[in-house]
T-cell receptor
Framework: RKEVEQDPGPFNVPEGATVAFNCTYSNSASQSFFWYRQDCRKEPKLLMSVYSSGNEDGRFTAQLNRASQYISLLIRDSKLSDSATYLCVAPNDYKLSFGAGTTVTVRA | DTAVSQTPKYLVTQMGNDKSIKCEQNLGHDTMYWYKQDSKKFLKIMFSYNNKELIINETVPNRFSPKSPDKAHLNLHINSLELGDSAVYFC?????????????FGPGTRLTVL
């Protein structure tokens, strides 16, 4: 089983829509998690951290379900600029494990 | 001001050659990393240095040798390049070497081995 698994998508949504996707992780001891955003041919950048049951930052909401070992990301009122690949990141012992990413495309 | 910079941005070379990628961060961070992102987009840790000391060395062929002359620089030298080495290599840094800290990534070096 991969350390972090994500639905690759793509999720194609119209502007203004809500889109949500999940990520599962294998290490039950993991405490803190992250969502990074990666634009095409660019470097990953931190979108938000998830430390307890969840976190909200503007239009973005991340939720953590420790019992089922998954993290979700919800984007409300999607903008064209939200089009990107979203990487789920979980700590695994001494290092971070990255998922392969979920691609979101927001269309006008 | 660029926080984490890498050179070169693109590298095209023949199999069997030796090449180096340089990385510098001006964030004052203690820990630097090298990641490889392959065609399937998985980002995998290769090495990590904390204050010039190697702390993570994943299962990477010994053709790859990192060098950290000071805590602001982490270079990657690759000997005898192979086709499978083609990927994007990202340098990153963080304030501490724990998994709680945000990692800041450089723009990446796209390596193509012919």
């Amino acid at each position: 089983r991969k350390e972090v698994e994500q639905d690759p998508g793509p999720f194609n949504v119209p502007e203004g829509a809500t889109v949500a996707f999940n990520c599962t992780y294998s290490n039950s001891a993991s405490q803190s998690f992250f969502w990074y955003r990666q634009d095409c041919r660019k470097e990953p950048k931190l979108l938000m951290s998830v430390y307890s049951s969840g976190n909200e930052d503007g239009r973005f909401t991340a939720q953590l379900n420790r019992a089922s070992q998954y993290i979700s990301l919800l984007i409300r009122d999607s903008k064209l600029s939200d089009s990107a690949t979203y990487l789920c990141v979980a700590p695994n012992d001494y290092k971070l494990s990255f998922g392969a990413g979920t691609t979101v495309t927001v269309r006008a | 001001d660029t926080a984490v910079s890498q050179t070169p941005k693109y590298l095209v070379t023949q199999m069997g050659n030796d090449k180096s990628i340089k990385c510098e961060q001006n964030l004052g961070h203690d820990t630097m990393y090298w990641y490889k992102q392959d065609s399937k987009k998985f980002l995998k840790i290769m090495f990590s240095y904390n204050n010039k000391e190697l702390i993570i060395n994943e299962t990477v062929p010994n053709r790859f040798s990192p060098k950290s002359p000071d805590k602001a620089h982490l270079n990657l030298h690759i000997n005898s390049l192979e086709l499978g080495d083609s990927a994007v290599y990202f340098c990153a840094s963080s304030q501490e070497g724990t998994t709680d800290n945000e990692q800041f990534f450089g723009p990446g070096t796209r390596l193509t081995v012919l």
